[in-house]
């Protein structure tokens, strides 16, 4: 018999945060602020976007944030490690697999966005190899092993699509104080465009 977390996290899994590194860690982000004005002001994305928030001066902190109504979108120094988290807030309606997909191509989106911008100059690359995949719910995902291991094959049925035949390790921060996270690492580094063309396969 399936365990409850187990039938929970099959039915709903929600608040999924994708983080995405970044190639250049010590990458100036000022330049970033204009540009996250301007897709407020033309509203490019699904979601609704409202505002930016700077916390670069926080050490190992959120760093430079975009605020949406669905999603926050952020340019994260957790850890010491820069890159592009996407965090959904709204819940959403379909599979596991469907929530994991649409957090992915949203964090995928703007990345290219940001690696094709005129204005960053070519400064902010993602390295496509490394995606951190966390859960903001500690009631649904509690971080211990039960969880752990009922979340493990929808991610890696998950990876395995992101990646392809390439192959990968799943590494989880098993700090039980901490959010259920997991890095998948690629046996090779992808591109941005490569990722997506993989979602939409």
């Known amino acids: ?21 970044l190639n250049n860690t010590d990458a100036d982000l000022a330049p970033v602020i204009p540009v996250c ?19 670069r001066h926080v050490h190992h902190g959120p760093g430079l ?9 952020s340019l994260d120094q957790t850890d010491g490690i820069l890159g592009l988290r996407y965090s959904r807030k709204a819940p959403l309606p379909g599979t596991n697999q ?3 997909t649409q ?21 902010l690359t993602f390295n496509g190899q490394d995606i951190q ?6 009631l649904l995902a509690p971080n211990n092993e039960s969880t752990r291991e009922a979340l493990t094959p929808a991610i890696q049925s998950f990876a395995a699509k992101l990646f392809g ?7 989880f921060d098993a700090d039980p104080r901490r ?23």
């Open 165 to 171: 035949h390439a192959g990968y390790s799943l590494s």
């Open 103 to 123: 957090a992915t191509r949203a964090t995928l989106i703007a990345a290219q966005k940001l690696e094709a911008d005129p204005r960053l100059n070519r400064n």
């Open 98 to 100: 469907d929530r994991l």
């Open 179 to 201: 959010l259920l996270s997991t890095t998948v690492h690629a046996a090779r580094q992808f591109s941005v465009r490569e990722l997506r063309e993989s979602l939409a396969s």
């Open 1 to 21: 018999m399936r365990s409850i977390i187990e039938e929970e996290m099959a039915i709903e899994l929600q608040h999924i945060t994708i983080k995405l590194y």
């Open 133 to 138: 995949l966390t859960i903001n719910d500690r």
């Open 37 to 55: 004005h301007s897709w407020i002001q033309d509203q490019i994305f699904d979601e609704l976007l409202i505002d930016v928030a700077d916390y």
């Open 65 to 73: 944030m975009l605020i949406g109504h669905e999603a926050d979108y």
